[in-house]
């Protein structure tokens, strides 16, 4: 199936299912100035987290300078980061660099043309279409949503907008990534096969913040924003600073990991979601009040949703409790395998000569090819490596400039997340679940998943 053949199906659905609007006509007020070649963009910052600090900070010093980009505004809701935000990015710009109890204050202030979010799982869609109907472009973290009503909500939001909005999928401008889409989709590697992606750590302190829980004080910040649309719960400083390990603040191992690997499928193959998927795994090793599994295998059936004859299988496998974090992407062909651990094309497990000739058949060998300017993957905190985080961003900031297509649009946001509440829903429901095209929604067991 050639690109624009793809694209057509994809829109296609997502306009059938109301999530894909045309531009609206919005008033001349509404936008924004198109910002020029000399124009200083203000940059704000959702969240004053550790992802930020880790990677948006140096990745952005990496560029900001050359490409005339500030911060100037940081928006947090408790008061010790929003303090320390606010400290951080002075010392690094040189100037003030305004604190902001809330999204709102900074927006109703107009500090900021462009906004990077990097608040907790749950909360980044609708922060992202937050930021959009204040008129900014957004860098927003992965996962792009937890649910499939924030999913559609922040979709449509954001394809309703002039804003450019870039997801946090920073393997999109990996050069070993872009060599790996070329040749796949060049046709020389063959219809894909099978796909297998693993991420195994051994962590305890993966997700863990002792040392701020008896710091954070519910006075210093504001649960019910905290919240947002989840259920109401009394406040718990473990739910606020480890939300990765509870749902419904966050799906855990798919949403922070497979998210990132599972983009690369979609990404490589032009299909924008799972047929079907089934899931096994649990709490076997870190027994320490987590809701999230620390071990997860999913099996995934991928292809046409109108041919089943054709298609493959992706497995993802992830434990918290034994590993060394060296994520690994093979994708096989009849022919061979696209390693993203060795950044080669082989035929290792291609149809030989011996066993093709006994068939009647002709062997089937991908070549010996090394992907050209290939960049390691570095797992380490940032899930991605500076390398690929510094180019994500450098992009973004480039595509602010120009209003070109950023390598990871909404769209990418949008498919992950397909995937990964797709997987959260066969956890929590121990049945195989499958996605509705007319709907858009998740299905398990002839109905909408529901947290």
Not at 254 to 266: A, E, F
Request: hydrophobic share 35%; proline share 4%; charged share 20%.
């Amino acid at each position: 199936m050639n690109n624009s053949r793809r694209v057509f199906l994809q829109q296609s659905a997502l306009v059938g299912a109301g999530v894909l609007a045309s531009k609206v006509s919005w008033s001349a007020s509404s936008y924004k100035r198109i910002i020029g070649a000399n124009d200083r963009v203000r940059v704000g910052v959702v969240g004053f987290s550790d992802r930020h600090r880790s990677s948006h900070i140096p990745a952005f010093m990496n560029h900001c300078k050359e490409l005339n980009f500030e911060v100037t505004a940081v928006s947090d809701i408790w008061k010790m980061r929003r303090e320390q935000g606010s400290a951080t990015w002075k010392e690094k710009m040189g100037h003030d660099v305004t604190a902001c109890r809330n999204n709102e204050e900074m927006y109703d202030k107009k500090l900021v043309d462009a906004v990077f979010v990097s608040t907790a799982d749950f909360q980044h869609a609708i922060h992202a279409a937050e930021a959009v109907r204040a008129g900014c472009d957004v860098y927003c973290e992965k996962p792009f949503a937890e649910t499939m009503e924030d999913n559609r909500m922040a979709l449509k939001t954001i394809k309703a907008s002039d804003r450019i909005v870039q997801i946090g999928s920073q393997r999109r401008s990996g050069t070993n990534y872009q060599a790996a889409y070329d040749f796949i989709n060049s046709g020389k590697f063959g219809p894909m096969t099978m796909v297998e992606l693993t991420w195994n750590v051994n962590q305890p302190g993966r997700w863990r913040r002792p040392e701020l829980l008896n710091v954070l004080k519910e006075e210093d910040t504001d649960w019910k924003r905290f919240l947002l649309n989840r259920p109401h719960d009394t406040f718990d400083p473990r739910k606020y600073l480890e939300f990765r390990l509870f749902w419904p603040y966050s799906s855990g191992l798919p949403g922070q990991w497979m998210s990132h690997q599972i983009d690369t499928v979609h990404w490589f193959s032009g299909l924008q979601h799972p047929r079907s998927v089934v899931a096994n795994g649990g709490i076997y090793q870190w027994k320490d009040g987590r809701k999230n599994w620390d071990t997860i295998t999913a099996v995934f059936d991928y292809g046409p949703v109108n041919d089943p004859s054709t298609g493959f299988q992706v497995t993802f496998a992830s434990r918290m409790n034994n590993g060394d974090e060296n994520p690994s992407e093979i994708y096989y062909s009849n022919g061979g395998e696209l390693n993203l651990v060795t950044n080669k094309v082989s035929p290792k497990g291609g149809l030989t000569e011996k066993l093709a000739s006994a068939m009647g058949m002709h062997a089937n060998l991908l070549p010996e090819v090394s992907l050209s300017n290939a960049e390691k993957v570095v797992a380490s905190a940032n899930t991605g490596g500076d390398i690929l985080t510094s180019n994500h961003v450098r992009n973004w900031m480039e595509c602010v400039r120009s209003r070109k297509t950023p390598h990871a649009p909404v769209e990418a946001g949008y498919s992950h997340s397909i995937a990964t509440i797709m997987a959260n829903a066969a956890v929590h429901t121990g049945q195989k679940v499958t996605f509705d095209e007319a709907t858009q929604e998740v299905m398990a067991g002839g109905k909408p998943f529901k947290y």
